[in-house]
């Protein structure tokens, strides 16, 4: 069954470094999204990408954060200068088209910043 | 902001009973879903509900919706175990899914 990968499925990082968090969204889904859930929280949207670029961002997504879809295969989130309150699961997924629809999602990574 | 509201936080249950918990959202909507978290996992889709329908069930799942009360029921019947975990729902809107705070459920054995 086809499904989404993210990776590292752990990442330490000190604080102010960059970290490039990766997934692989299912091959013919159109639509790509980060969600990020700190600790105990709810899962709260980060920014949707479709048609190779971002369609919505949520007040989160802010100039530390930017998506890519390097390659056809790849959708990348980069965390230019993390915080201390970045510490979270991130969360990749992505949907069929035409959209609208169930949201497959990966098993996260676990971003720590110290 | 358009984000489910999930009621209770927490239900403690029998393996056998049923499980309930609601959804409550602010604006309108073009479907509904629930969503099914095991600690630390991934979320994982469990039911669809258009803005169109009012009742959805799949195997010991039943989803009710209300537009006009912008609310919604998830129904788990004779639980087990392994149902243990955290439900969330999720408006979609413009392709975008706004996911509640989550329902923590236990099923004791």
């Known amino acids: 069954e086809p499904e989404v990968t993210q990776t590292p499925s752990h990442q330490v990082t000190q604080m102010g470094q960059e970290v490039i968090l990766r997934c692989v969204p299912i091959s013919n889904h159109l639509y790509f999204y980060w969600y990020r859930q700190i600790l105990g929280q709810k899962v709260e949207f980060l920014v949707s990408f479709y048609n190779n670029e971002i369609s919505e961002k949520s007040e989160i997504f802010d100039d530390q954060f930017s998506v890519e879809r390097p390659d056809g295969s790849n959708f990348t989130l980069k965390i230019r200068s993390t915080k201390l309150e970045d510490s979270a699961m991130y969360f990749c997924?992505?949907?069929?088209?035409?959209?609208?629809?169930?949201?497959?999602f990966g098993q996260g990574t676990r971003l720590t910043v110290v | 902001s358009q984000q489910g509201e999930e009621d209770p936080q927490a239900l403690s249950i029998q393996e056998g009973e049923n499980a309930t918990m609601n959804c409550s959202y602010k604006t309108s909507i073009n479907n509904l879903q629930w969503y099914r978290q095991n600690s630390g996992r991934g979320l994982v889709h469990l039911i669809l509900?258009?803005?169109?329908?009012r009742e959805k069930h799949s195997g010991r799942l039943r989803v009710t919706l209300d537009t006009s009360k912008k609310s919604s029921s998830l129904l788990i019947t004779a639980s087990r175990a392994a149902d243990t975990a955290s439900y969330f729902c999720?408006?979609?809107?413009?392709?975008?899914?706004?996911f509640g705070a989550g329902t923590t459920v236990t099923v004791r054995a």
């Open positions: 997924a992505s949907t069929p088209p035409p959209g609208g629809t169930e949201a497959f």
């Open positions: 999720a408006t979609c809107n413009d392709y975008k899914l706004s």
């Open positions: 509900i258009r803005s169109n329908e």
